[in-house]
């Protein structure tokens, strides 16, 4: 295994990252950041979330930012508002012992003249969701001409989010000999497209072996019934959890709803997240469960993105996700921290072949319960 040191990461960030108990990278980090170091260059990194990409190009880029230039030198773009703060909070504290970098997260769903107020500081590396960076450009109160690194997180979901015209309009307004450095679990047709467009045909590509993102102490279950019956175990399984909290996941944002709301009448402190919520609703749920008051959140995928919080113990797969890539990233919510956890499917048995095809493809072991 790799050390950061030997990967070329300098005394101070390595200082920091051993201060949030990161010793040793991951496979994503080992093969992206002694190239992006050495390089200014496209890059295609192909991985799945849980991988730790943020460390992966948020080390190199820290390291090319000339901290006493005060102008925005590095654009990441990111589908979420969770995402946005989560990615500034990791490199602030990659930040702690080396020269001051100043980072601003930018999202719909908080005041636009706060943001922009916060923009007039010294900001050299700017986060921020397609949309509102839209808002900004519009309004001129924000300047790429200077941006040498633009980084597209989460490239896949940005697209299926709807955000194609957003990105075109923000690559076409970076600088074309700025480096693009692509991060996505998969690669769609739309994205391919994107990537021809605007990166060098010579890209530097990475893939990460799928088996790398499993969290060896989460303990995966499933639990065969009807489908009319599911509920029913649904709540016997949180009922045998007690006190513990866990996030339960369905896969439209209807089913969120009606969920929540019919286990809300079993007397379960629960709550929704989803697509239709705004950010203030949103926000209100995310307080209420970071606090204890809400016990079981029932979220959509995309509406989980970003969400990071510690001491959950299981995950409900109510409903399984179209995607296998959103196994990983829903299972990864419990057994952070060094906890064990569980993650359980309720499937009927049409969805036996799905269990089968995630337990190959991510070379994990379910136990039927």
Same mark, same amino acid.
């Given at each position: 295994?790799?050390?950061?040191?030997?990967?070329?990461?300098?005394?101070?960030?390595?200082?920091?990252?051993?201060?949030?108990?990161?010793?040793?990278?991951?496979?994503?980090?080992?093969?992206?950041?002694?190239?992006?170091?050495?390089?200014?260059?496209?890059?295609?990194?192909?991985?799945?979330?849980?991988?730790?990409?943020? /460390?992966?190009?948020?080390?190199?880029?820290?390291?090319?930012?000339?901290?006493?230039?005060?102008?925005?030198?590095?654009? *990441?773009?990111?589908?979420?508002?969770? =995402? +946005?703060?989560?990615?500034?909070?990791?490199?602030?504290?990659?930040?702690?012992? &080396?020269?001051?970098?100043?980072?601003?997260?930018?999202?719909?769903?908080?005041?636009?003249?706060?943001?922009?107020?916060?923009? %007039? %500081?010294?900001?050299?590396?700017?986060?921020? &969701?397609?949309?509102?960076? *839209?808002? #900004? !450009?519009?309004?001129?109160? /924000?300047?790429?001409?200077?941006?040498? &690194?633009?980084? #597209?997180?989460?490239?896949?979901?940005? =697209?299926?989010?709807?955000?194609?015209?957003? *990105?075109?309009?923000?690559?076409?307004?970076? $600088?074309?000999?700025?480096?693009?450095?692509?991060?996505?679990?998969?690669?769609?047709?739309?994205?391919? @497209? !994107?990537?021809?467009?605007?990166?060098?045909?010579?890209? $530097?590509? *990475?893939?990460?072996?799928?088996?790398?993102?499993?969290?060896?102490?989460?303990?995966?279950?499933?639990?065969? +019934?009807?489908?009319?019956?599911?509920?029913?175990?649904?709540?016997?399984?949180?009922?045998?959890?007690?006190?513990?909290?866990? /996030?339960?996941? +369905? %896969?439209?944002?209807?089913?969120?709803?009606?969920?929540?709301?019919?286990? #809300?009448?079993?007397?379960?402190?629960?709550?929704?997240?989803?697509?239709?919520?705004?950010?203030?609703?949103?926000?209100?749920?995310? @307080?209420?469960?970071?606090?204890?008051?809400?016990?079981?959140?029932?979220?959509?995928?995309?509406?989980?993105?970003?969400?990071?919080?510690?001491?959950?113990?299981?995950?409900?797969?109510?409903?399984?996700?179209?995607?296998?890539?959103?196994?990983?990233? @829903?299972?990864? @919510? &419990?057994?952070?921290?060094?906890? %064990?956890? /569980?993650?359980?499917?309720?499937v009927t048995k049409e969805e036996m072949k799905n269990i089968k095809q995630i337990e190959q493809i991510l070379k994990i072991s379910f136990i039927k319960i």
């Open positions: 295994m790799e050390t950061f040191k030997k990967l070329g990461v300098n005394d101070n960030i390595i200082k920091a990252l051993l201060e949030n108990n990161i010793t040793k990278p991951t496979e994503i980090q080992e093969k992206a950041i002694p190239f992006l170091l050495k390089n200014h260059s496209d890059f295609i990194g192909q991985a799945q979330t849980g991988t730790g990409k943020t /460390i992966a190009f948020g080390v190199p880029l820290l390291q090319k930012i000339q901290s006493d230039n005060n102008y925005v030198q590095a654009l *990441i773009l990111s589908p979420t508002r969770e =995402l +946005c703060q989560q990615i500034a909070k990791e490199l602030f504290k990659m930040t702690k012992f &080396t020269e001051k970098v100043f980072v601003e997260a930018v999202f719909g769903g908080e005041k636009i003249d706060i943001q922009i107020a916060r923009l %007039r %500081r010294p900001t050299q590396i700017v986060v921020a &969701t397609p949309g509102r960076l *839209i808002d #900004l !450009l519009q309004r001129k109160v /924000i300047d790429l001409s200077q941006v040498e &690194t633009l980084v #597209l997180d989460e490239a896949d979901e940005m =697209l299926s989010m709807g955000f194609k015209d957003e *990105i075109d309009f923000i690559l076409s307004k970076v $600088h074309a000999k700025s480096a693009k450095w692509l991060f996505s679990a998969t690669l769609p047709d739309a994205l391919k @497209r !994107l990537v021809e467009k605007y990166m060098s045909a010579n890209a $530097h590509k *990475i893939q990460v072996s799928k088996n790398e993102v499993v969290n060896s102490l989460i303990e995966h279950q499933f639990f065969v +019934c009807e489908q009319k019956q599911k509920f029913d175990y649904v709540v016997e399984f949180l009922k045998a959890q007690g006190a513990a909290r866990g /996030i339960v996941f +369905c %896969r439209t944002k209807n089913d969120a709803q009606l969920l929540a709301k019919k286990l #809300l009448a079993k007397n379960f402190a629960s709550d929704a997240i989803h697509g239709d919520l705004d950010q203030r609703d949103r926000d209100k749920v995310m @307080r209420a469960f970071k606090n204890h008051k809400v016990q079981i959140l029932v979220a959509t995928d995309i509406s989980a993105r970003g969400i990071d919080i510690e001491g959950l113990s299981y995950v409900v797969h109510y409903q399984l996700p179209d995607q296998i890539e959103y196994y990983t990233h @829903r299972s990864g @919510r &419990t057994a952070r921290a060094g906890k %064990r956890g /569980i993650s359980i499917s309720f």
